[in-house]
């Protein structure tokens, strides 16, 4: 990539021109470094694509903790609160609105005091200015609103990225799960000192991931329990149909016993003249 550049720089370069091209030099001059900002701007572009790829694919191989991500009503909240927190000064929420905290427990004086000036039906905005992010981080951190749904293993992907923090050998802070990830350990798992503050962070991820996978699909909930009475309706009718073949078929197996019988009362009329006449 650094001959890239370098070849860019070379091809790129201001051209000189002698006094007599002056009508010409200063337009050419201008076109020149507007060429080299825009070449320069798409080789460090394709420089930080690659990287971030490189990135992805190191992560994706990473084996995922064990963990079963307990999506109750309380530990949605309780994540709720914590990704509010912590998350949306540099993440949005695009497809959650204010609103939608009434669904998983919110008050709502808790959600007046949440939301500020922002309306209800407003969706979740970072705090922070869009440049400020992306001077601080190099890239405008994703929404989180589908984010369970983004990555492979969902919940525990989140969970397992948010306990992969670690102090590596040069005394920085690294990611097990994300290796050269941009985001800081928001919730110093990293630096717990002891077990017992270990223990305490991992229960708040394990609710942060339960909101994230809620919030990547709020009506979740609802088409469960609407899938229970849809199952229920569909094997009433199923035995409402077995009853009903078996009275069809009752009906059918009567006549044909029926014929049956007049057929050999028929055969036995017909037989007694022929004996008669014998």
């Given at each position: 990539?650094?001959?890239?550049?370098?070849?860019?720089?070379?091809r790129?370069?201001?051209?000189?021109?002698?006094?007599?091209?002056a009508?010409h030099?200063g337009?050419?001059?201008?076109?020149?470094?507007?060429?080299k900002?825009a070449?320069l701007?798409?080789?460090?572009?394709?420089?930080?694509?690659l990287?971030?790829?490189?990135v992805?694919?190191?992560g994706g191989?990473?084996e995922?903790?064990?963990?079963?991500?307990?999506?109750?009503?309380?530990?949605v909240?309780?994540?709720?609160?914590?990704?509010?927190?912590?998350?949306v000064?540099?993440?949005?929420?695009?497809?959650i609105?204010y609103?939608h905290?009434?669904?998983?427990?919110?008050?709502q004086?808790?959600?007046?005091?949440i939301?500020?000036?922002?309306?209800?039906?407003?969706?979740?905005?970072?705090?922070?200015?869009?440049?400020?992010?992306?001077?601080?981080?190099?890239?405008?951190?994703?929404?989180?609103?589908l984010?369970a749904?983004?990555?492979?293993?969902?919940?525990?992907?989140?969970y397992?990225l948010?306990?992969?923090?670690h102090?590596?050998?040069?005394?920085?802070?690294?990611?097990?799960?994300?290796?050269?990830?941009?985001?800081?350990d928001v919730?110093?798992y990293?630096?717990?000192?002891?077990?017992?503050?270990?223990?305490?962070?991992?229960d708040?991820?394990?609710?942060?991931?339960a909101?994230?996978?809620?919030?990547s699909?709020?009506?979740?909930?609802?088409?469960e329990?609407?899938?229970?009475?849809?199952?229920?309706?569909?094997?009433?009718?199923?035995?409402?149909?077995?009853?009903?073949?078996?009275?069809i078929?009752?009906?059918?197996?009567?006549r044909?016993?029926?014929?049956?019988?007049s057929?050999?009362e028929g055969?036995?009329?017909?037989a007694?003249?022929?004996?008669?006449e014998?």
């Amino acid at each position: 990539m650094g001959r890239t550049l370098a070849a860019l720089q070379e091809r790129s370069g201001p051209c000189s021109g002698k006094s007599g091209q002056a009508d010409h030099s200063g337009q050419t001059l201008k076109e020149n470094t507007t060429m080299k900002k825009a070449l320069l701007k798409s080789a460090l572009a394709l420089t930080g694509a690659l990287t971030i790829s490189s990135v992805f694919a190191a992560g994706g191989h990473v084996e995922l903790e064990d963990v079963t991500i307990k999506n109750t009503p309380e530990a949605v909240k309780a994540g709720a609160q914590v990704v509010i927190e912590n998350c949306v000064q540099c993440h949005s929420m695009k497809y959650i609105k204010y609103r939608h905290l009434a669904e998983i427990g919110f008050s709502q004086e808790e959600i007046d005091n949440i939301r500020g000036d922002n309306g209800m039906n407003e969706a979740f905005k970072r705090g922070m200015d869009i440049n400020m992010v992306r001077d601080m981080f190099g890239l405008v951190p994703p929404d989180l609103s589908l984010m369970a749904k983004a990555r492979k293993g969902g919940g525990t992907y989140i969970y397992s990225l948010l306990v992969g923090y670690h102090q590596n050998e040069n005394g920085d802070t690294d990611n097990k799960v994300f290796p050269g990830i941009r985001m800081p350990d928001v919730m110093s798992y990293s630096f717990a000192s002891d077990d017992a503050e270990r223990q305490e962070i991992k229960d708040s991820i394990q609710n942060v991931s339960a909101f994230l996978v809620w919030a990547s699909d709020p009506n979740a909930a609802k088409r469960e329990g609407i899938g229970f009475y849809v199952v229920a309706y569909l094997l009433l009718l199923t035995i409402l149909y077995y009853l009903l073949k078996k009275r069809i078929w009752a009906t059918v197996g009567e006549r044909q016993a029926l014929e049956q019988q007049s057929k050999r009362e028929g055969e036995k009329a017909e037989a007694k003249p022929q004996s008669s006449e014998a």
